[in-house]
Each structure stands twice: as C-alpha cells, then as structure tokens.
C-alpha cells in the first residue's frame, strides 16, 4: 500500500485518538515543544508566516494559529486535510492538499515546522531543498522524527533479519502509540540512521542550531523516542 493510502486509512482514527487526549506523546511532549519554540523565536512577531510541512490532520497546525501566527498547513493525504478543514477553522489557518513538487508559493516563510513527518517522506533530499527554498534568509525549520537509534527498539524491528541501522529502509507496522494499538492499520516510513539525517541537513544548505532528545518521564524504561533538531537557511 502506499504511503498517502495508510494514512487516508487511518485519519479519522488517529484524530479522534488526539482530541480524545489519548496520544500522550503528541500532547505531552511533541505539541510543547514545538509551541515554545515557536514562541522563542517568533513571539514578538504575530505577522509571522509559517508552513506545517506535511501536516496530516491539522492538530498541530491549529494550536499554532491559536497563538495569532499566520499557518498553512500541508499534506499529500487528501482525507487528512478534508478533516483538517471539517475539525479546524480559524482566520489566520488555511490547509492544501498538495506536495511541494506541486506549490508553487507566493511567499517566504519565516518558519516551517515538520512535526513526525520527514521519516514518512520518501525523497527526503528533494523535499528539504524545496522547504530550504520556501524560507525566508534566517528562516527556521523544527524538526521532530523518530528516534533512529531507539524508534526500532520501541516499534519492534530491531532484531528483524533485513534491518540494517546504517541503511535506509522502509518499515512498515500496526500503528501504535503509547497507549494504544490500531489494529487493523499498518502505516509505513523510512529509517535512517542519525548522519543520513544530518548530512542530508548539510547538503541542502541548513545549518543545525540545536537539538535534543525525547522521551515521556514517566516511562518505566526511559529512552529517547523522538529526536529534536532546529534548523536555520
């Protein structure tokens, strides 16, 4: 199946779940530390323009217009942002369903946020240097993925007989979160290792300004789930 095809599959379910307050990672760790930062750089500026690349259902997109920042959010699955524009409406938000091989923006954006979207992107290089084109000189780009390093322990493929860490590859799995399994939905993306990440970063002209490692406190085996990384054009 492909990738826009999982997730037209699983988008009203994975909504639900998050309004619901049932996925503790977006809510507990993913969403604030995108808002803060946000605000740490932009605060200041209300006028400011940000893209959410590869938005799926437009939570996020909509907590960050909640804050006055213009925001467009964008997504390849079409269902997504049909429920995107169904669930979420403000003066300064707006959605496209489009790649962005196929915008052509008006626009530099002071920001792009890639909230758990760049490892389900298949032509990581490609993408990156069009977000590098669509900022704005200083611009930002926030990033939050998987772990490489510890998203194949928490999803269960670290042992697999194909699985290399140092090679790209795709995986597919049930979905789940921290407190749930979707069964009866498989969703794929793309590991990497850490330096494909990070020289892909260098190749399409950003520079990294900071990162950190995630991961929820209360885990009873705490490791870092989610990686963190500030970008700047």
Request: glycine share 4%.
């Amino acid at each position: 199946m492909k990738i826009i095809d999982e997730w037209n599959h699983i988008a009203k379910e994975r909504l639900i779940d998050r309004l619901n307050g049932n996925d503790r990672s977006y809510s507990e760790i993913l969403l604030p530390k995108m808002l803060s930062n946000i605000n740490k750089y932009y605060s200041n500026s209300s006028s400011c323009s940000i893209l959410d690349f590869g938005c799926g259902t437009g939570e996020l997109t909509f907590e960050v217009s909640k804050l006055s920042y213009n925001i467009l959010g964008l997504d390849i699955s079409n269902y997504s942002i049909e429920l995107a524009n169904e669930y979420f409406r403000n003066e300064n938000l707006s959605f496209l369903n489009k790649s962005l091989f196929e915008t052509d923006f008006k626009i530099n954006f002071e920001c792009v946020i890639a909230n758990m979207s760049l490892m389900d992107t298949k032509d990581l290089i490609g993408n990156l240097k069009l977000i590098h084109k669509a900022l704005k000189i200083d611009g930002k780009l926030l990033v939050t993925i998987t772990h490489p390093s510890f998203w194949p322990i928490y999803w269960d493929y670290f042992n697999d007989n194909d699985f290399n860490y140092n090679k790209e590859s795709r995986i597919t799995r049930t979905f789940k979160t921290q407190n749930k399994i979707f069964e009866g939905y498989k969703t794929s993306h793309f590991h990497r290792p850490v330096s494909y990440y990070l020289n892909s970063f260098i190749e399409t002209g950003f520079k990294v300004v900071a990162t950190e490692e995630l991961g929820h406190p209360e885990d009873n085996l705490w490791y870092p789930r989610f990686l963190y990384l500030e970008l700047e054009k």
